[in-house]
């Protein structure tokens, strides 16, 4: 039985071109593709893939929210990362939302294929220079005391998905209107979200969306 695949990817010559790649592996077959996170959180219910592989930024909602929604309505399902960046955030987020892989774009094919054998024999995959840059930044903790950090606050999903539009430039009415609740229920998710990062303002609410890979704002 070949392992279907459903591929979320926002750019159209680089979906297709791993689309093409994929077809030459007698192994697999690609059920689905689209470049919305949204739609793949839908398209995944419908047809129910083997593997998901997804790119990290997307315009509507990112690979982490989509991962996590995705594992959430099905958790049968293995995700497999497919990004440019190698930031720190964005690797442990991934494997936090159930992302199984991460894999860099600039990796040959040969690795992507990999990728895709491990984590569909239940184990987990890094690309050998996303391993370098968790290396780094564990060795760079060490080096920072003995005591141990506070743990980070905890968002729920639909505060970080106010937390990501706010990030981007919303209006109070516009996420109102998006997520199908009142002006005054954003404003009271906004100032919980404040109060729980101890932070006091729209920028550096939109930093701390960045460095914690909920928003990259070069969609």
């Not at 979906?15 to 793949?40: F, H, K, N």
């Not at 094919?109 to 995959?125: K, N, P, Q, T």
Request: proline residues 3%.
């Amino acid at each position: 039985m070949k392992l279907r695949v459903l591929l979320v990817e926002d750019h159209a010559l680089v979906r297709e071109g791993i689309e093409s790649l994929l077809r030459g592996d007698p192994d697999m077959e690609v059920v689905g593709r689209t470049g919305s996170g949204q739609a793949a959180i839908v398209m995944a219910r419908q047809i129910t893939p083997d593997l998901v592989i997804m790119d990290v930024v997307m315009p509507d909602m990112n690979g982490i929210e989509t991962a996590r929604q995705i594992v959430h309505d099905n958790g049968a399902v293995k995700i497999l990362a497919l990004s440019m960046y190698d930031n720190q955030a964005y690797i442990s987020h991934m494997i936090e939302a159930g992302a199984r892989g991460y894999v860099l774009k600039t990796s040959a094919f040969d690795e992507l294929s990999r990728a895709i054998r491990v984590i569909m024999e239940g184990e987990i995959y890094l690309c050998s220079s996303i391993t370098s840059v968790i290396v780094k930044d564990y060795l760079a903790k060490l080096h920072v005391g003995s005591s141990a950090p506070a743990a980070a606050p905890v968002l729920s999903a639909r505060e970080r998905e106010v937390l990501r539009m706010i990030s981007e430039g919303w209006s109070g009415k516009e996420i109102a209107r998006e997520i199908g609740v009142t002006p005054k229920t954003v404003e009271s998710h906004r100032l919980h979200i404040m109060s729980k990062l101890k932070i006091h303002g729209v920028a550096e609410l939109t930093r701390y969306a960045l460095r914690e890979g909920l928003t990259s704002l070069n969609s």
